[in-house]
Structure formats: structure tokens, C-alpha cells
């Protein structure tokens, strides 16, 4: 909260400096390779393009190994370095069928990982609960893996106000079928995020919201008995054998903002339909229906647009980056 004697926000961090040097003590023991083989690196990930075939085909010197240090490095990037999450994640699938390409990408996420290990992850609270909102920046790369061109899911979930910013979830999850456009990608991508944190998360922050400033409710109460008696008479007639949703739309005191980057998404989410997408129910099993109802009808959920180069859930979905996109992305 802000502190009004300096006027500064207060602020923590999340200090795992400690495991980041297990990580990398436990490669160099496993591996047998000195502290001079990981030279300085400014991203933790191999473009899949620059790695021969035959790497893909030939067993990997830390087939035996390999699972103790990748756990190791995803257990530091879901609890404080996101920025290792798609590195991790994308070499943990393949910890059962480990070849000479995982070897290099494991070499080039520890030594990142050495290279990094003082970062930390900050946080800072300066406002009341009733002035913060839930952001959700999701984005999805396009056919990212060149084995199966399967895309893959990034979400970035955070609370967010005028002086306040605090992470509280992220994800990366591989999709599971191939995607026909970027905009496929991205609606699936867009499912997956409001359906398994977003609305969950929204639900949560509504009854804190409940909790600490009642007075929200008591006007929302009131400007729902303003109505017009013949909306008021529809609304009583609607309500005839009506069977409650498993989930309920909120009330709209709290408010989840979905943060895209892609025109076409938020296009066919403002038409609440898309015939070029017709097929995603049965190839993705993705109801896009509910999706486009529930960002349109649910007062509490917004969408927003975001240029592509501050989507913090792009460095969640692929590993090909300059050192200058990166760099911007963790900042």
C-alpha cells in the first residue's frame, strides 16, 4: 500500500537465488561438465531451426539424468521465473524420449539459468481493492513446433491498478491438434485461458471484493430495481423454469480484462460468430459459442486490444527471440 509519509509504493520480490544455483549444480554434477561450459547467454531457448535432424533422432547423453535437473528448473519457473517456463516445458516432454537436441537445449537453459540467477520477480500493492482489476494477457504461436506443428497456449495472469501489479498465475500449454491459421491458434488459446483462470479467477475476486466493500453490491442492487417495469416484467418472465448455470455470469463489480493482439479474434468475438470456424468443435473440442456469449454478456469480462510487442504472453508461447525482444518482455 502506498505509504503516505514517503509517498513511495511498497513493494516485494520473490528470491529463489538459492535454487537457481541447485539447478545448476545439479547439471554440472549429473553431466559431468565444468562451470566454463556455460558461457553467457541472453535468451534460455534454441530455435528448433537451428538444430540438425539427425539431433532429433539420436539419444541424448542425459537420457538417465535428465529428469532430475528439468524438474528442478520447471519447479523454479512456476514459482517465480516465467520466463523459464516455455524453455523447461518444452524439454519435459520430452524426458521419456530424450535425444541429442534436448541435450543442447537443457545446456543453453542452465547456462541462462547461471547467468540469471539474481533476478527476481517484483510486485507492488498501491491502491485499494476496489480500484484494481484482473489483466490476462494470452497469446498463441502459429504450427511453433516444427515436429508435429502443433501451437502452443500462453496465458499471464495479474491484478492490476493505477500504482499496483502483482502476478498471480501463469501457464504454457501445448495445444492438442494442429491449428489451420494463427487465428485458430489464438481463439483456442483465448478458450483455454477464460475457461481454466480466467473466470475462476474473476469469481474469486468478486467475493473479495464482496467481502471488503459491500457498498458495490448495495448499488449494483440499485441500479438493477431502476429498471423500466417493462424490462422488469420481461426480466420476471425470464426467470419461468429457469435453470441456473453452473457458473453464473458476475455481477460486474469485479472486472477481468482479456489483453489480444489479434484483430481477427477480437473481430469475431464482437459478431459473436465465425463460419471459418466451424470445425474447431470437433477437431479442437473447443465450444466456441460459449466463449463468444461469455465475453459479450458477461459484465465482468472485457476484452482489450494490445499491440503484439507488450503481450507478456508471448515470451510464454515460443523460443525464437532477439536479445532485444526479450529483454523488453521480462522488463
Known sequence: RRDPA?????????KMWGHAEQCVDKYLELSGKKM????????????????SPEDFETKGVLQKECARIVLKVLY???????????????????????NVACDKRLHRLIAYVHHTKSWTQRCWVGDSL????????????????????????????????????VPVSWFV?????????????????????????????LALWETVLQVFHPELVKTKVRASTNQPKAELIYQILADVDYVPPSVPPSLGIAHLYVMEDNEAVIKMTIKGRSPNMRHVVRTQR?????LFERIREDPGVH????NAKKQLGDFLTKGSFTTAEWQKLCD
Open 76 to 98: 523454479l519457473a512456476r514459482q517465480a521465473r516465467p520466463d523459464l517456463l516455455w524453455s523447461g516445458n518444452s524439454i519435459a516432454r520430452d524426458v521419456t524420449k530424450w
Open 36 to 51: 566454463d561450459s556455460l558461457k553467457e547467454v541472453r535468451t534460455p531457448c534454441i530455435d528448433d531451426h537451428m538444430i
Open 173 to 201: 500449454k501445448k495445444q492438442g491438434a494442429i491449428s489451420h491459421s494463427s487465428s485458430e491458434a489464438e481463439v483456442i488459446g483465448l478458450d483455454a485461458a477464460v475457461r481454466m483462470d480466467g473466470i475462476p479467477s
Open 286 to 290: 473447443v465450444d466456441l459459442d460459449w
Open 130 to 165: 476496489d480500484k484494481c482489476s484482473i489483466v490476462m494477457f494470452v497469446d498463441a504461436s502459429f504450427a511453433g513446433d516444427l515436429r508435429d506443428s502443433k501451437s502452443t497456449t500462453g496465458m499471464y495472469l495479474v491484478i492490476m491498478g493505477p500504482n499496483t501489479f
Open 6 to 14: 514517503q509517498g513511495k509504493v511498497k513493494a516485494w520480490q520473490y
Open 303 to 306: 476484452m482489450r486490444y494490445i
